[in-house]
């Protein structure tokens, strides 16, 4: 049963510090997005790959987060500095495009920054 | 650009009573449409998907989904809900084409609570 997998499934920090979330697309999946969770906001994209290539990444405050694959196999989602307004839950789906257009998601990373 | 809306952000019905949740989207090009459900503390999971073939889709769980493109719609539907159908509910649309093939648009969500 395949299943996008991400790592930590929770995490709490300290305002300032780095956070790193992890997302293993389902193997042969060629198109990963990240999504950010709130109550306040709903679900918002923040950016997608398509085959490891970034396609875009308009919905991510540029100045503190990343978002990178560095293989088929990984890909990062990275906030720099953290601040407490960034506490949400982050999701990771992959698909196959264009053979399928269903996303898969993962169980989420539950962050947050005190 | 192609918006989802879902007309009502909470819903609730009684046990063994019909589930209605409602879903427009905005595009004049019908779009691939979807259904997700998203259990507390969990990430979304596909019920169904309508990909142009037919109009009346079957999903998981017992959900149905009828596509009508007379209005714009795409409303998500379970003849006796079951207390375990409490969750919430995303409507989602993929317009298919371009280098956005792939990316869905999302509605807010609509929170389902099943009384016993």
């Known amino acids: 049963d395949a299943r996008v997998t991400q790592t930590p499934r929770h995490k709490v920090t300290e305002m300032g510090q780095e956070v790193t979330m992890r997302c293993q697309p389902i193997?042969?999946?060629?198109?990963v997005f990240w999504y950010r969770q709130t109550m306040m906001q709903g679900l918002e994209l923040l950016a997608y790959f398509r085959n490891r290539a970034p396609l875009d990444d308009s919905g991510m405050p540029k100045d503190r987060f990343s978002a990178e694959m560095p293989d088929a196999t990984l890909a990062t989602l990275k906030i720099q500095p953290s601040e407490p307004r960034d506490s949400a839950v982050y999701f990771c789906?992959?698909?196959?495009?264009?053979?399928?257009?269903?996303?898969?998601f993962g169980p989420g990373t539950r962050l947050t920054v005190l | 650009a192609q918006s989802v809306t879902q007309l009502g952000s909470h819903v609730s019905v009684s046990e063994g009573a019909l589930v209605l949740l409602r879903c427009n989207y905005s595009?004049?090009?019908?779009?691939?449409l979807f259904w997700y459900v998203q259990y507390p503390n969990q990430g979304l999971q596909l019920l169904l998907k309508y990909t142009s073939a037919a109009t009346l889709v079957k999903g998981i769980n017992g959900f149905e989904a009828e596509f009508k493109k007379s209005e714009t719609s795409f409303h998500l539907t379970k003849p006796s809900a079951h207390m375990s159908d409490a969750a919430e509910y995303f409507c989602?649309?993929?317009?298919?084409?371009?280098?956005?093939?792939?990316?869905?648009?999302f509605g807010q969500g609509t929170i389902l609570t099943v009384h016993p």
């Open positions: 789906a992959s698909g196959l495009v264009p053979q399928g257009h269903t996303q898969y």
């Open positions: 595009s004049s090009v019908p779009p691939y």
């Open positions: 989602a649309a993929d317009n298919a084409g371009g280098t956005s093939y792939g990316k869905l648009t």
């Open positions: 193997l042969g999946h060629n198109t």
